[in-house]
């Protein structure tokens, strides 16, 4: 028998959980929960129904975990405590400095309702996130460092095409190449906003647009790019759909750290994801957290839950005899 | 209060053990046990006691965690089963195909007793099997390729210094890098042993030795060298002091794997290590995993754990709260 899933949200990341279950053998899709007409929603796996968001509740017993797959500024803050009174709940909020208020909020709903909510699931906050606590607890003197990209931001994308002039854009994050290898060489260096990471942006102007303000505009617009090396190639619409559709990420965790006598040994951890798609590839760590939300509950578990609190073994799908006498 | 360690068995990995409780200051050193005449084994800390592994019983009520830093081949077969009767214990076993049976028996002594026995501690196997299992449930649909060094490998330099007419010698394992850039690549090459890493050799020869035939004794002898390229340099005994007398190690755990509509999404996760050295790094890892043991206990756990069982939450010092706060 396997977990019976339901999405509600049904974007790049909804779709990415829909792929993801494909995959699992041991889950499937039993409903998409959306805001929009039902009717108008199309979903690529056949048989399973598409229902209004508004008639969850109806469908709860036909559920056993439910993934999130809103947005981390309006839905999920909503969204994770709302339905963690019906379902145990698997999200992305991503939000860092918004964790602990989230957490409370799912916290208490899951309670209540005896249910698991498992929360800031995906790469950063999540699989990074594990790697900087494994390296702060084998290598408590030393330093940690994240680095993001080669990829896609969003909200930097979003910021290029509202200045004045710009009908379409795109923006890279690139972490800088020489300053990856400082750390990783162990010399604990204190890196600027400026030295860690450059910023790189495709625009398509508008016709007869003023090409040199736009460039000066997006390159001192405070918060987003007037601490970084910015760099603004002008493209065609053609150029940005062929060559920049996909939304590609990834980035660097390094621990370095000291251990022996008068802390004269270095060592170095580093974990570094390439990802063709940054929602298919958070999508899928989604998956395996649902896994794990269906089995602690399973277990008489309730509350909310992070990437810190689960032990790995819940994730996977083979019985902990398989993983000791394979994986480990 | 702090957590009470023991450490039996004081080389280079009980030493460690005790440089990595000095930078934990929830961990305190409260004995160390040998199997030599204690009064001959002089330790670091002041004011602890070296007793005889004889007398552990005496002592078991003034420890709260026993790190096991003897070897897999020998002696944790036997002590790990043997201690868990008296303490919550935490090993390094790393023969991986005997680990089921090593489980199994540590795991019947440690329920018996009331305690906690985690083992396979380290880094291969533990970090990397770690992010082994994270791997295969984040991208179900994907391949494994583990590779070691560049570091010593005990074993290799034990078998040079086994060739007749050789005086002493070190081995480093060295991984081939462009068939770590193959599979990063995501091409998920299937690599033959001699394609993965490569083997050099520092050899100290005896006065008037044959080194024509050393260096083909060495490059021959089956399962250590004769299945990979293997480079030989002969050295004086100054040299091999002077330039190879670190134990360090490291290496690589690579997943790649597809996701999306036809898998034509490619993803690859990579981790690696490169530890100054092997077994002060070990020494790390046991500590974070004996803060995890004496926890675990608190609230009434009992039986042996591997790394994939325990919730990363129990490695670190901060409580949940910090570390949502900090690290997620």
């Given at each position: 028998m396997s977990i019976r899933i339901g999405i509600l949200g049904y974007g790049n990341l909804g779709k990415g959980v829909e792929y993801a279950i494909a995959q699992n053998d041991d889950l499937s899709l039993k409903a998409v929960f959306t805001?929009?007409?039902?009717?108008t929603v199309k979903i690529m796996t056949k048989d399973v129904p598409v229902y209004s968001v508004n008639d969850a509740a109806a469908h709860a017993s036909e559920i056993d975990v439910l993934i999130l797959c809103g947005g981390s500024a309006n839905d999920l803050p909503v969204q994770t405590p709302e339905f963690a009174k019906l379902f145990n709940v698997v999200d992305s909020f991503d939000t860092h400095a918004r964790i602990p208020e989230h957490f409370a909020n799912v916290d208490k709903a899951a309670k209540e309702a005896g249910k698991v909510g498992i929360i800031?699931?995906?790469?950063?906050?999540g699989l990074f996130s594990l790697i900087r606590m494994y390296g702060n607890a084998v290598l408590p003197e030393g330093n940690d460092y994240t680095f993001w990209g080669k990829g896609v931001s969003q909200g930097h994308s979003d910021a290029i095409r509202r200045?004045?002039?710009?009908?379409n854009g795109k923006q890279y994050t690139i972490p800088v190449e020489s300053a990856l290898e400082r750390v990783r060489s162990g010399e604990n260096p204190t890196l600027t906003t400026r030295e860690k990471h450059t910023r790189e942006c495709f625009v398509v102007p508008e016709?007869?647009?003023d090409l040199a303000q736009i460039e000066k505009d997006i390159k001192t617009m405070p918060n987003y790019f007037s601490d970084y090396d910015t760099t603004v190639h002008f493209i065609t619409e053609e150029e940005l759909i062929k060559n920049h559709s996909g939304i590609p990420h990834g980035g660097f965790v390094i621990r370095t750290g000291t251990t022996g006598e008068n802390n004269q040994t270095k060592h170095t951890i580093e974990f570094n994801l390439k990802l063709g798609s940054n929602p298919e590839f958070t999508s899928s760590v989604l998956c395996a957290f649902a896994r794990a939300a269906y089995r602690l509950n399973a277990e008489g578990v309730t509350g909310c839950k992070t990437?810190?609190?689960?032990?790995?073994?819940?994730?996977?799908?083979?019985?902990p005899d398989e993983l000791r006498a394979h994986l480990l």
């Open positions: 805001r929009r007409d039902p009717s800031s699931i995906g790469w950063d906050p200045v004045k002039g710009v009908k016709e007869g647009a990437i810190f609190d689960i032990a790995p073994a819940y994730l996977c799908k083979q019985n």
